[in-house]
C-alpha cells in the first residue's frame, strides 16, 4: 500500500531551521509564578506597623535601642487627641484602658509616641497614669537621628 504522498509524487518533509536563535527557551509562566512566589513570601514575613489615624512626628534621639515587639502604644498627637492601641481615648479614659490592659493581658511595659509638639506635662501626666496603673516599664517612642542635629 502507498500512501497518498507517494502517490502524488510529492516528498513531505517538516520545516526544521538549521539554527535557531533559542535552543530552549525558558517559558514565561515559571518565571511569573516564581515573582509571585516572592512577592507573596515579602508580604507575608513583613512586619506590619500600626499606625495612628494622626500623623506624628516623633523627637529624634541620638542612640538607637529598641523596644520588644507588641507592647502596648499610647499616642499623642500635636491635635491633643490620645490614642491606646490605636483607639482614640480622652485622657481620663487613657487610666482605664491602662488598668484594663493590666488585668486583661497581665503586661507591664508600654510605649508612648509622643509628638514633638506636644506639652512635656501632658507626657509626664500619662506616665504617671501608666505607673499607678500598674505598668511599670514606660517607654518615649523617638525615631533616629542619622547625622542629623538633634534637638535640645
Known sequence: ??????????????????????????????????????????????????QPSSAVQLPTAAFLT??????MVVTLTQEGLFFFNDERVTLDGLATAFRNAVRDQKTTAITIEADVRVPYGVILRVMNMATTAGL?????????????????
Do not use: K
Request: hydrophobic letters at 45%; proline letters at 8%; a positive charge.
Open 1 to 50: 500500500m502507498t500512501s497518498v504522498r507517494e502517490q502524488a509524487g510529492i516528498r513531505w518533509r517538516r520545516y526544521r531551521p538549521r539554527q535557531r536563535l533559542f535552543h530552549n527557551p525558558l517559558g514565561l509562566m515559571p518565571l511569573v509564578n516564581l515573582a509571585l512566589l516572592i512577592m507573596l513570601f515579602m508580604l507575608l514575613h513583613a512586619s506590619f506597623v500600626r
Open 66 to 71: 529598641g523596644t520588644p515587639y507588641g507592647l
Open 136 to 152: 511599670q516599664q514606660v517607654n518615649l517612642a523617638t525615631r533616629p537621628s542619622f547625622g542629623e542635629e538633634v534637638m535640645p
